[in-house]
């Protein structure tokens, strides 16, 4: 399998996320099952992700091996590894790598319920303590 000798990490497309988000969901699975994963009317075409699958593989989001003349895919990159990445990645083209700019701008978006708020300012309690060495409730 090639990884491209990046120093940027590589984030999926939409479409590679799409059907790395149906192999989290199946665990591994062949280009068929992944294409029977998704409702009828959404259903990708079978050639298409094929490609895209090997496309991905040459990126390192997914590895293969061959099961009788099928490939069953295994994605290599965890939903949590993506999502920190792409956080990463959008802390630092849009915010020069300040949380504290992240923040305010989703506290001034006008998207947050009271509950998420909520939850938010428990959380940071959470990881204050665990930054500070205070044992969590």
Not at 52 to 57: A, G, P
Not at 86 to 95: E, H, M, R
Request: proline fraction near 7%; charged fraction near 25%.
């Amino acid at each position: 399998m090639r990884v491209p000798k990046s120093k940027k990490p590589l984030l999926p497309t939409p479409a590679e996320k799409r059907l790395l988000q149906a192999l989290w969901a199946l665990k591994e699975a062949t280009v068929e099952e992944i294409v029977n994963h998704f409702p009828t009317p959404e259903q990708p075409n079978y050639k298409t992700t094929h490609t895209f699958l090997r496309i991905m593989e040459s990126k390192g989001f997914v590895k293969h091996r061959v099961c009788g003349k099928a490939f069953v895919f295994t994605p290599t990159l965890s939903e949590h590894e993506v999502a920190r990445t792409s956080v990463n990645t959008l802390l630092k083209q849009s915010f020069g790598g300040s949380a504290s700019g992240l923040l305010v701008n989703l506290l001034e978006s006008d998207t947050l319920r009271s509950s998420e708020l909520r939850e938010m300012e428990s959380l940071i309690r959470r990881y204050r303590k665990v930054k500070e060495g205070e044992p969590s409730q």
